[in-house]
């Protein structure tokens, strides 16, 4: 590789370290980097051929998940090897069932890139979405490993279009295939030279279908929508910008009922929830059906219950969207609803797609929020109809999880 970009990487690798001394996050990273070789030596079988997957993080875990499972119902016998470069990933999925070994990927300097890969000796290389790294793709190209990047969706501001961005184009040529989203993707590729590309869609909508199949009851949340009179909004990964606009509406409607699921649900966060609410609340963790009757609110104070949160709803609020961007808004639509989310979500192309098909709404200030919510509230037609446009988008793009195990896997296999 470039040397300037090994050299980078090292001064990376050296600037984690110094970090990791006051960031909880990086140490975790270096503590892990830490294991891997260890760990691989004592779980990994070199003659077994691995399908590797990486996944950034957690996100990007999700978007790999419908595949790895796939090649598991699909093909059983193959082994998987996970790796994440974020903890946020790492450390909530290092016990998934369906991976046979779950690790850090060391940094990308050369000598670990060998290390890593003579002892794992994968099959093939699977990365999700947004995996550059360009040691790694030029020795598993050098050694004839085929690679290949899932789910990725390019945009002619990244530095792969840019005069200067030749060492970058010359990493896209180590992928074997090239699986995108949509064929705006393709053209940019192809406007470079790259034509070993796949416009395969998006495996999170499978995801997220899945998700919903899987969802479990939640009787708090379902007794406080009995009430069919009202209109319940379920918010989803909120921040405390998202609830300067979400509260006050909440607080002065009657006619709504509310599910909020924050982001973070340390204690303080709750409490300050509950300090802005004036109408009756009650906390998942605490409440039974029967004081659920009781409140207007339900707060969900603790993670993994969101996506099935959402079927309890009729309209969704999407947080971060006054942050460095909106979560995920695939797993509200698909339950037939439409959502709504502040302006930071033009680096989404489902949110975008979701709003030039009347599936979702954007707002920046409290007047456009309240003129969209009331919008939604106030006309039960307006409302069914853009949940069915929402719902309609999820399924017009499921499929990318079977062609892209189709394209890498063969049909018969």
Not at 132 to 147: K, S
Not at 198 to 217: L, Y
Not at 261 to 279: N, S, T
């Amino acid at each position: 590789m470039n040397p300037l970009y090994s050299i980078g990487i090292r001064i990376m690798s050296l600037g984690a370290k110094a970090v990791s001394l006051r960031d909880p996050k990086v140490k975790k990273i270096i503590e892990g980097h830490k294991q891997v070789v260890p760990y691989l030596r004592d779980h990994i079988d070199g003659k077994a051929g691995y399908v590797w997957i990486h996944a950034a993080s957690l996100g990007e875990f999700e978007q790999g998940r419908p595949l790895i499972e796939m090649i598991k119902r699909k093909l059983p016998d193959k082994k998987i090897l996970l790796t994440f470069f974020s903890p946020s990933g790492y450390e909530v999925r290092h016990d998934y069932p369906m991976a046979d070994a779950v690790c850090y990927l060391p940094f990308d300097i050369k000598s670990r890139v060998c290390e890593f890969l003579d002892i794992v000796r994968p099959s093939m290389a699977i990365f999700v979405k947004y995996e550059f790294w360009g040691n790694y793709l030029q020795e598993l190209n050098r050694r004839g490993i085929p690679t290949y990047i899932i789910s990725a969706i390019f945009r002619p501001t990244q530095i792969f279009f840019k005069p200067w961005g030749g060492m970058f184009r010359s990493m896209l040529k180590c992928y074997d295939k090239i699986f995108v989203q949509d064929d705006n993707s393709r053209k940019l590729l192809a406007g470079i030279g790259m034509n070993s590309v796949v416009v395969a869609g998006d495996t999170r909508f499978d995801r997220v279908t899945d998700i919903m199949r899987q969802r479990v009851d939640i009787l708090p949340a379902e007794a406080l929508t009995a009430d069919k009179k009202s209109v319940t909004i379920v918010a989803g990964s909120t921040w405390e910008p998202d609830e300067e606009f979400l509260l006050p509406y909440f607080n002065s409607r009657s006619n709504v009922k509310l599910i909020i699921a924050p982001h973070e649900v340390r204690p303080e966060r709750i409490a300050g929830i509950e300090k802005k609410l004036r109408r009756p609340s009650c906390r998942l963790s605490e409440c039974t059906p029967e004081e659920a009757t009781e409140a207007d609110c339900l707060i969900v104070d603790c993670y993994g219950m969101l996506s099935s949160a959402y079927r309890y709803g009729k309209i969704a609020y999407i947080g971060g969207g006054f942050g460095t961007g909106i979560h995920n808004v695939n797993e509200a639509a698909v339950y037939d609803m439409p959502v709504v989310f502040g302006p930071n979500f033009h680096k989404f192309k489902e949110a975008r797609d979701l709003i030039d098909c009347g599936g979702a709404f954007s707002f920046s200030d409290c007047e456009s929020f309240a003129s969209v919510m009331d919008s939604l509230v106030g006309d039960p037609a307006r409302l069914e109809s853009a949940g069915k446009k929402a719902g309609e988008y999820i399924k017009m793009h499921l499929g990318a999880t079977e062609r892209v195990f189709a394209d890498i896997f063969g049909e018969n296999k």
